[in-house]
């Protein structure tokens, strides 16, 4: 986890010194972001709602805990973008893995305990902490969804929305 403080730690590949907050921890090493990513400059992306259930993280990589259905509620500002929503059946759910933990480069994956890395996988342990969802559409009231089948906790940042291929049908 990246702290506020930015004390200065050596790359455990290069051997820089560089600050905290331009560090990645990896296998509970600080790897820094130049051996990671190059000199590539990170995307910056805003959240358009939240979703609201009872959903909390189960054990790690195994999903979330709770009921199957969830709100989200999206920022009254998005209200404009709404419009046809509600006539469709299944949308794809971006949304943000808030809660990410400390990111392996090897470990064994959920379903059949192969010993894979993170883009092998379905971990929400990644580099970058996005996951996409299908779900089905119940209710529109305003900027409520009400869906059935997301699997996102309780305050996950909704990034973006979309109809799901199953909605063409
Ligand atoms: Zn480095």
Redesign the pocket.
């Known amino acids: 986890m990246i702290d506020k403080k930015n004390s200065q730690l050596k790359?455990s590949?290069?051997?820089?010194d560089?600050g905290e907050l331009s560090m990645r921890f990896i296998d509970d090493k600080p790897?820094?972001l130049?051996?990671l990513y190059g000199s590539v400059d990170p995307v910056r992306i805003w959240p358009i709602g939240f979703v609201v259930n009872d959903k909390k993280r189960a054990h790690r990589g195994f999903g979330a805990t709770g009921g199957d259905v969830s709100e989200i509620r999206l920022f009254p500002g998005m209200a404009r973008f709404t419009k046809g929503l509600a006539d469709e059946t299944h949308l794809t759910v971006v949304w943000q893995l808030h809660e990410a933990g400390p990111i392996k480069s090897v470990f064994r994956r959920g379903w059949d305990a192969k010993e894979v890395g993170p883009f092998a996988s379905r971990s929400p342990d990644r580099l970058t902490p996005i996951a996409v969802t299908d779900v089905e559409l119940v209710e529109v009231k305003e900027t409520a969804l009400t869906v059935r089948g997301l699997d996102a906790v309780n305050g996950t940042p909704v990034l973006d929305i979309k109809v799901a291929m199953e909605s063409l049908k």
């Open positions: 790359c590949e290069c051997g820089r560089r790897v820094c130049n051996c």
